[in-house]
Nanobody, 124 residues
Framework: QVQLVESGGGAVQAGASLRLSCAAS????????VGWFRQTPGKERDFVAA????????YYTDSRNNRFTISRDNAKNTVFLQVDSLKPEDTALYYC?????????????????WGQGTQVTVSS
C-alpha cells in the first residue's frame, strides 16, 4: 500500500498562489496515477487535476483557462499541485489520491488511496 500526506495549504488573499504537496510513502509514487480533488462542506468532492502513471501527461478539466499545474518529483516521492490566481471560490479541503489504473480520472470513487487533506482558504 501507499500512504499519502498533503501539506502546503493555508489562508491567503485572492490573487495569490499556493503549491500543495502530496508526500507518498510505502511505495514509489511513479507507479501510480495521482489525482487532486477538493471538497467544501455539504458538497460533492470535485476533480481538479491528475497525473497519469503511463507518462502520457497531465489532465485538467479546462485547458483554455486552467490555473492548476500538477507535477512530480520522483526523487522526493512527492506530487505537487500549483494553484495560481486563487479566488474565494477555490476555498476547500484539497485531497490527493492514488490508483494503479489509468481510467476514469475524474471519478473520486475509482481512487484507492487517499490523504487526509489540506485546507485552502481564500479571502477577497
Amino acid at each position: 500500500q501507499v500512504q499519502l500526506v498533503e501539506s502546503g495549504g493555508g489562508a491567503v488573499q485572492a490573487g495569490a498562489s499556493l503549491r500543495l504537496s502530496c508526500a507518498a510513502s510505502g511505495r514509489r509514487i511513479s507507479t501510480y496515477t495521482v489525482g487532486w480533488f477538493r471538497q467544501t462542506p455539504g458538497k460533492e468532492r470535485d476533480f481538479v487535476a491528475a497525473s497519469m502513471w503511463s507518462g502520457t501527461g497531465a489532465y485538467y478539466t479546462d485547458s483554455r483557462n486552467n490555473r492548476f499545474t500538477i507535477s512530480r518529483d520522483n526523487a522526493k516521492n512527492t506530487v505537487f499541485l500549483q494553484v495560481d490566481s486563487l479566488k474565494p471560490e477555490d476555498t476547500a479541503l484539497y485531497y490527493c489520491a492514488a490508483k494503479r489504473i489509468n481510467d476514469d480520472l475524474r471519478e473520486s470513487g475509482t481512487y484507492n488511496y487517499w490523504g487526509q487533506g489540506t485546507q485552502v482558504t481564500v479571502s477577497s
